[in-house]
């Protein structure tokens, strides 16, 4: 009588509990640099069909309606949202934020290609325009020796002036990937994401055409969490735990209740 009601009860709250640790890592990552905030998606168990709808209670009638007890509920999935963050200006000429659909395509040392939104790139000691970890744009960027005011056009292509030249020269081009379905990338860390059969094939463009979006040389993109509505979030997590505790207590009381009435 009560271990049915207890069991359920367990469930939504370790669902509060997942969904909590969700808040919990979107309100750590507030300030991170391309964070996609993310979502916990819940789903409810298998019934306990005690009687069917229009199940015969005689020879001509149906019950209208069935007795379908729910055993519960579990975590579905945990979504990435892709919405854009908001643009930070920061002045460096060499932070860079995608306005619009893309993803900055990365090497990592074992050769697997990697995707972020996070543009606060840098200069190796080549000269090589690499991650804050170290990892290389693809196709890389290289600035020879003596170059001076980097300049990066909202279609991605890099320019700068090497030594005393007053004219510039152009380096390079950036070049964006999208997926059709970004919420199946794997998140990896360090702001990177990794392909997988779910994200569909990798699209690869140039900046300003074809759907993708604008490079922004100077700007960050932040993170997408509201960190309003995750507080708010955090409050119905908590109560709806709470809700469940106290489904536990009771039941625990009338199952104890119940044991009384037997044994006396």
């Not at 993310?38 to 209208?64: K, M």
């Not at 170059?147 to 002036?161: A, E, H, K, L």
């Not at 919420?183 to 993708?212: C, H, R, V, W």
């Not at 979006?213 to 708010?232: C, H, I, K, P, Y």
Request: proline share 4%.
């Amino acid at each position: 009588m009560g271990i049915e009601a207890m069991s359920v009860a367990a469930t939504g709250m370790n669902a509060q509990d997942t969904r909590i640790q969700v808040i919990a890592n979107n309100l750590a990552n507030a300030s991170t640099t391309g964070f996609k905030t993310s979502r916990a998606e819940f789903q409810d168990l298998v019934y306990d069909d005690a009687r069917l709808a229009g199940t015969l209670n005689s020879q001509i009638n149906q019950v209208p309606v069935g007795t379908s007890l729910g055993l519960g509920v579990r975590t579905a999935s945990v979504d990435k949202l892709f919405t854009q963050g908001q643009l930070q200006n920061t002045g460096n000429p060499l932070d860079l934020a995608v306005q619009g659909d893309g993803f900055f395509e990365v090497s990592l040392p074992d050769g697997t290609i990697a995707y972020t939104r996070a543009g606060n790139f840098r200069l190796n000691q080549a000269g090589q325009l690499v991650t804050l970890d170290g990892y290389p744009l693809q196709p890389g960027i290289n600035l020879p020796q003596g170059s001076r005011n980097i300049t990066i056009g909202p279609n991605g292509i890099v320019s700068v002036q090497v030594n005393n030249q007053n004219i510039a020269t152009q380096v390079g081009q950036i070049q964006l990937v999208k997926f059709l379905n970004p919420a199946g990338l794997q998140p990896y860390g360090q702001n990177l994401y990794t392909a997988t059969q779910a994200a569909g094939a990798p699209q690869i463009g140039l900046p300003g055409q074809n759907g993708f979006g604008t490079v922004m040389q100077g700007f960050l993109e932040g993170s997408n969490t509201d960190v309003v509505a995750e507080l708010v979030s955090l409050i119905e997590a908590q109560r709806t735990y709470e809700a469940g505790s106290k489904v536990i207590q009771v039941a625990d009381q009338m199952w104890a209740n119940a044991n009384s009435l037997v044994v006396a």
